[in-house]
């Protein structure tokens, strides 16, 4: 039968494993690879990409092009009605047409590569069992008969049928449009069962919201339900930001102003007695060559670029716009566990039955002693602390693991934690729980703050109806659960003194920078029902404290001080309690400030918790709605804000937070999905990281656009002060189109891939409505434009009276060329000298202008470009007048960046005050 039209929703799990050809060990490596040849990769079919020659011939769309053709066109149809051979014009004309069309082909190849890096690298991952051994791959390598396991907040990446579950429940909305999570069972469905019926199945592009599962893939890729429909998954949003609509909104208004010159450059050209073909083909040169019709895709090209760049150091970026809001960050809100902490934790003591116990052992390997002071003590010796670990370890979803021959652990750190201390007393998870097999349980909930697992306990009490509720979480939680204590391993009631015991007990480990769990448990004589949380909510007994170390990272000690000089504002978000919270912000060199606990945010009024959330640094016992309220009231003070999140319930806040950053390894799908920017490596130093090279990125942007606008202004400068004074023109048609052709080619892109300063967060935050052009950029562009302007139209007025026009206009047209190509070396910053950033750092500028002096050279001297440009071999002496002159400006605007670097800062980073 055709694995298409098998109903796999009526079939038990035992007859799909065997339809299918798998087991619950999952498939080997070679069947796999097998499978993968049969059926392909995992994946819905990728929107169809535009063809090379379709986004070439899609340049040509546009009103200036038509123009540029038109011109073209004209020249070509003048040879029949005049003698002057304007075929050589044409034929320039259409040639810079085609270079033009495929300078944009590759800048839009660019981008689009680039973008397809970022989408590979934001792709979904998938847990899988394999030969036994559980694998993290990439959801595209799925294949039928893959046994897949799923927790809270997973994405189902293929059609599966399910094995095992807990407490399933799935948010099937993008499929079904029903708005509820759907509960999930094993038990078969009839054949004829409608898709939101088939409740024994998962499929592609759900959530699992709660609980726990492991299933078998039936159908992947286009086979399944949500590709049958053509619905793709939510990836990489490719939406237009506020910067480039901004952008092109800027280009559309210069489109008018620079048409309006050149329409004056045509009066001018009248009044002057130039001939009316010659203004033409002049005015339209000078309109197509000073639009910066090609900035919106600049700014694309350098995104994308930027974007790339900060995959590299672990910030996948999956909105645009975290790109722009990056730089205005005034505040970064951190979780603490494995952000600024390592996330390596180990138990280093356990309390229980009045006694403190030591643990030694680094990492995962499961080899430690226990120690009562200072003697060594045997485990197996005592039942108390054996009770302890075993609770531990059953109420847990984490197991050891072996990679390469290291011992790892599949699963959250502090879990895995708990199973190495039970490992080293000789528990094995494995063996516990086929001797205590888990018949239901309640999964972690942040707002709860703990985890219930229910166990056959018949081989512990020799009783066949006993089951036990082990319980771990927060210690107040928990404590206020319990009514009685293990004592020497027997139940007795819990007193005040033993609360304060606890109490005491668990503060000392807290300030010891340890993270404590509480673990208790309930027996259940009878229990045929489900397990709920008021089953747990009381009557539980105590059996003791474990606490665990989470070290700091030593780069977020260094992040944080770069954030200080940054201007940025770091708060820590923890679950842990306030006096682990406290130790670790010491450790890391955290601003001063008050710590608060979710308990009391819960007591302020929004306006309260506004009005003193600026002096609050640690957050502690936090909750996921307590991180929106967070947001909300820093955003009211007009912060910025960066959240980092990781789980299901952080969702909320990651939205509402001007930049949300998930986690890319502990972080769930929804979370991910939530946010604009994703930490493939959960380092706050990488948030930092994010934030330098987003103001960089910004800086590029900002240098792209003075080295346009000033390029093409000065171009219409020169034209306009030449046509007024001298009466010629200094620049034929040709020429200004080959100005505009290498100059901004040369330096627009190379520009965008300017190496950081390096004081990027030595600068204040950059205010978010200050866009790309500020008045101290507009004052530059301005004075540039009219110095490089009015340097070519001084150089043409002394030349053409002393020689051809064709050797005047040769002189100027080198000239402004020049002035150019040094003006996209200081381009690179407004306030450092060449020598502070290198003269050869940059070397992608420094190749491509180093390509367009040997092409103006050829233009010059090659004589069929000597024709086709109307060129004149230029002199020694004429060659020395046009380096003294744009060498001159450079070194004179060098030398105003070494004495007034902050001449141009002008809302720079604020906006300008008004007053009237």
Same mark, same amino acid.
């Given at each position: ?6 109903? &796999? @929703?009526?079939? *038990? ?42 986004? !070439? ?76 051994? %559980? ?7 799925? $294949? ?5 396991? +799923? ?106 102003? !620079? ?71 005034? $505040? ?122 229910? @166990? ?59 993270? $404590? ?24 007994? !105590? ?33 842990? /309690? ?47 709605? @307590? ?47 939530? *946010? ?6 959960? /380092? ?19 240098? $792209? ?19 007024? +004074?001298?009466?010629? *023109? ?36 950059? @205010? ?50 020049? !002035?150019? &190509? ?12 060449? +020598? ?55 070194? %004179? ?24």
């Amino acid at each position: 039968m055709e694995r298409s039209s098998l109903h &796999w @929703h009526n079939l *038990s799990p035992e007859d799909t494993l065997s339809e299918i050809d798998s087991d619950i060990d999952g498939l080997s490596d070679s069947e796999v690879l097998k499978r993968q040849e049969k059926y392909g990769f995992n994946e819905l079919l990728d929107r169809k990409k535009t063809p090379l020659i379709i986004v !070439f011939f899609r340049q040509f769309l546009s009103p200036l092009i038509y123009v540029l053709l038109a011109a073209g066109a004209v020249s070509l149809a003048s040879q029949f009605f005049t003698d002057e051979k304007h075929y050589i014009d044409a034929f320039v004309v259409f040639g810079v047409i085609i270079l033009n069309a495929l300078i944009g082909t590759l800048q839009e190849s660019q981008a689009e590569r680039a973008m397809e890096a970022l989408l590979e690298l934001a792709a979904p991952k998938a847990n899988v069992k394999r030969d036994g051994n %559980i694998q993290t791959i990439p959801a595209r390598e799925i $294949v039928p008969g893959d046994i897949v396991l +799923f927790e809270a907040g997973d994405k189902v990446p293929a059609d599966i049928r399910l094995i095992e579950s807990a407490n399933l429940r799935v948010d099937e909305s993008v499929l079904t449009g029903e708005s509820l999570p759907v509960e999930k069972q094993l038990s078969a469905v009839p054949e004829d069962a409608i898709l939101a019926e088939r409740v024994n199945m998962l499929f592609m592009s759900t959530i699992i919201t709660n609980g726990r599962a492991t299933g078998l893939a039936v159908m992947t890729g286009m086979n399944t339900e949500i590709g049958k429909i053509a619905t793709g998954l939510s990836e990489v949003e490719q939406e237009k930001t506020p910067l480039q609509k901004n952008i092109k909104k800027l280009s559309k208004y210069l489109v008018w102003v !620079f048409v309006g010159v050149s329409a004056l450059l045509v009066v001018v050209g009248l009044i002057q007695g130039l001939g009316l073909f010659e203004l033409f083909l002049l005015a339209v040169a000078a309109a197509v060559a000073s639009i910066p019709e090609g900035l919106p895709a600049v700014v694309t090209v350098v995104l994308a670029i930027g974007m790339r760049s900060m995959a590299r150091r672990n910030s996948i970026i999956r909105r645009l716009v975290a790109v722009e809001t990056l730089g205005s960050a005034t $505040v970064i809100c951190s979780d603490k566990t494995g952000t600024l902490t390592l996330n390596q934790m180990t138990v280093r003591k356990l309390f229980t039955d009045g006694k403190e116990i030591e643990i030694t052992g680094e990492g995962y390997a499961p080899e430690g002693q226990f120690l009562e002071g200072q003697s060594r003590i045997d485990p197996a010796n005592d039942e108390q602390l054996l009770h302890l670990l075993r609770a531990g370890a059953l109420c847990n979803d984490a197991s050891l693991t072996d990679t390469k021959g290291t011992p790892d652990i599949f699963g959250d750190p502090t879990e895995g934690a708990l199973v190495v201390a039970a490992a080293k007393a000789g528990l094995d998870k494995e063996d516990l729980e086929v001797k205590y097999p888990r018949e239901d349980e309640l999964p972690f909930a942040s707002e709860k703050q703990y985890m219930v697992t229910l @166990h056959y306990m018949a081989t512990l009490h020799s009783r066949e109806d006993i089951k036990t509720a082990y319980i771990k979480g927060s210690v107040e939680k928990i404590i206020d659960y319990c009514t009685s204590i293990l004592k020497n391993n027997q139940v007795t009631e819990m007193t005040a003194a033993d609360r304060s015991q606890i109490s005491e007990a668990a503060l000392a480990m807290g300030k010891d920078a340890l993270r $404590v769990i509480a673990v208790a448990y309930r027996d259940f004589p009878r229990k045929d029902d489900k397990l709920t949380d008021d089953d747990i909510q009381s009557e539980l007994t !105590f059996i003791g404290l474990m606490g665990m170390a989470d070290p700091p990272r030593e780069e977020a000690k260094k992040a944080i001080e770069l954030c200080k000089q940054a201007g940025i504002e770091v708060k820590m978000i923890t679950g842990d /309690n306030k006096i682990t919270a406290e130790s670790v912000a010491r450790q890391i060199n955290l601003s001063p400030g008050r710590a608060v606990t979710g308990s009391e945010i819960q007591k302020m009024t929004d306006g309260e918790l506004t009005t003193q959330i600026e002096e609050i640094s640690i957050f502690a016992r936090i909750e996921p709605l @307590h991180k929106l309220r967070i947001i909300n009231a820093l955003k009211a003070n007009g912060e910025i804000v960066a959240m980092t999140g990781d789980g299901v319930n952080d969702a909320p806040a990651l939205k509402a937070a001007d930049i949300g950053v998930s986690m890319g390894i502990t972080g769930t799908d929804v979370a991910k999905e939530a *946010s604009d920017m994703v930490l493939a490596d959960d /380092n706050f130093a990488s948030v930092v990281s994010a934030v330098d090279e987003g103001r960089a990125i910004f800086n590029r942007l900002r240098n $792209v656009l003075f080295y346009t606008l000033n390029t093409n202004l000065s171009e219409l400068v020169a034209l306009i002060l030449a046509l007024v +004074f001298v009466g010629q *023109s200094p620049l034929l048609a040709v020429q200004i189109l080959w100005v505009n052709l290498v100059t901004d080619t040369a330096g627009d892109i190379p520009l965008g891939m300017e190496p950081k300063i390096g004081d990027e967060l030595s600068q204040p935050p950059r @205010h978010p409505s200050v866009g790309l052009i500020y008045p101290g950029l507009f004052i530059r562009i301005a004075v540039m434009a009219i110095i490089i302007g009015l340097g070519t139209f001084l150089i043409f007025q002394w030349a053409e009276p002393r020689m051809s026009i064709d050797e005047a206009r040769t002189l100027a047209f080198c000239a402004i060329v020049a !002035f150019e &190509w040094l003006m996209a070396f200081s381009a690179r910053s407004d306030e450092h000298t060449i +020598f502070k950033l290198g003269i050869l750092r940059n070397k992608a500028l420094v190749f491509s202008i180093g390509l367009a002096v040997l092409l103006q050279i050829a233009v010059v001297y090659v004589p069929f470009l000597q024709i086709a440009f109307k060129t004149y071999p230029l002199t020694l002496r004429d060659w020395i007048i046009v380096v003294a002159a744009a060498g001159g400006l450079f070194i %004179i605007e060098e030398i105003r960046k070494a004495l007034f670097p902050s001449l141009y800062r002008t809302g720079k980073y604020n906006p300008v005050k008004t007053t009237r």
